[in-house]
């Protein structure tokens, strides 16, 4: 076995299997486009949850008949544009072969082992090092118009508790004290215990770059635009030896994986971010507004919206109509709340139908290891699932059974995990 790696992309994921993989005394080389901690990933842009219990997949029973109201709902979190239609259909009939109780069930099963120890999972990759101040430990709340909505939301709760994350109801009047800018439109919350969050993702990135390079890791600015068995190969044409290679390029691991004959119906939930610098007042910890699911963290930078999904192709440019859901649920929420300055942002989720990322060595391209897929919980299993490429990468089995998400499994069944 050898001793030298590339790790393609310096995401959440790929900076996780880079730093494991120097760890054990790897030479690693991680190529990037930017920097770590750059806007061009998702792990810069998110909303900075450790959602531990985010185990409900976005398959669930009933999805065929919620879309069409979903998609025409102007107040709900899914935008449909044309672009990207063509990459949709397949990606969205086998969307709908998981959206039944058993494969719901089987899915949440696989995401919870990935989801449980996310923030030791964290903790461990931090250690020591800078970035560890980013990380909090916290309670994950959940935030209703009344109690009725609440209970209109218990198919993902049970299926939450089932995966053994248990809510318990807020007592409202302590929850008004703790964040003085909750407006009448909440009348019932519940809250997650042992969650988690980031308080600057991209801060935080940068510094688990700097940690990886601190440690002798080699940092390389270019786009891969082919990756081989043994090699990969840099616009402009150089290429870079390695035995073993990780791709971990979020969404654009696709085309690079493609090329090596593997199918992968994976496609961008777009997603966006509203961040409010030096906001009049902060939710203490991170808060899923349930109705349009937009989530609000507080951030060392400020307050930081972000959710939506817009199902459009990867590269068109950002809309305004889910900025404007961003606000509307801003001023509902938290009426009275007053800023400075603010930033926009558009990132990517890279998605699978069944809500799995992909992870194992390429059918066909042996020392090659895909590691992506992380879809709404990517900042939150990125350690783990980056940890377990390098265990792959070492010759070492993973220490959760990879069956599930083995990168092999849409060739075979044409759908589903
Ligand atoms: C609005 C929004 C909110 C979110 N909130 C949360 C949350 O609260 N909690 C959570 O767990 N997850 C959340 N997510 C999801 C999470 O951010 C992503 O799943 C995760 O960051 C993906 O990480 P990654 O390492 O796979 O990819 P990325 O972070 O996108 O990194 C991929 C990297 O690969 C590089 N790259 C790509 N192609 C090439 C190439 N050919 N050559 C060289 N470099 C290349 C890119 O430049 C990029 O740096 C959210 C996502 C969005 C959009």
Redesign the pocket.
Known sequence: MGDRAAV????????SAAIWLARAGWRVTL????R?G?A????????????RS?VVPLAMPGLAWQLPRLAADPGGPLFLRRSGLGRLIPWGIALMANATEARARAISAVLARLTTDAIDQHAALAEGTGPERHLRRGEWLWLYRDEAAFRRDARGHALRQAAGFACRPCDMAALGRADPALGPAIGHAVAYPDHG?ITD?GAYMAALGQAFAARGGQIVT????AVAPGRVTLRGGAELAAERIII??????RP?AEALGLRVPMIS?????LMLRNPSAMPPV?CMVAGPRV?A?PMEGGLRL???VELAATEAPPDEAPVALLRRTLRQVWPGLVWTDEEV??????STPDSLPLLGEIPGAPGVIC????????????PRLGRMAARIARGLAPDIDPGPLAPGRFARRGRGA
Not at 269 to 273: K, L, M, Q, T, V
Not at 372 to 382: A, D, K, M, N, P
């Open positions: 393609v992309g310096a995401g959440i994921t790929g900076i190529i990037d486009r930017g770590p750059e061009q990933q998702a792990s810069y842009g998110n909303a900075g949850v450790l959602a985010s969050w993702p270019a786009e891969v635009v971990a390029a979020g969404i654009w691991s690079l939930e777009r997603g966006y971010h991170p989530v963290t972000a959710g939506i942002w558009m990132g990517h989720r890279p590691a992506f897929g992380g879809q709404h919980v990517g900042l939150t299993i990125g």
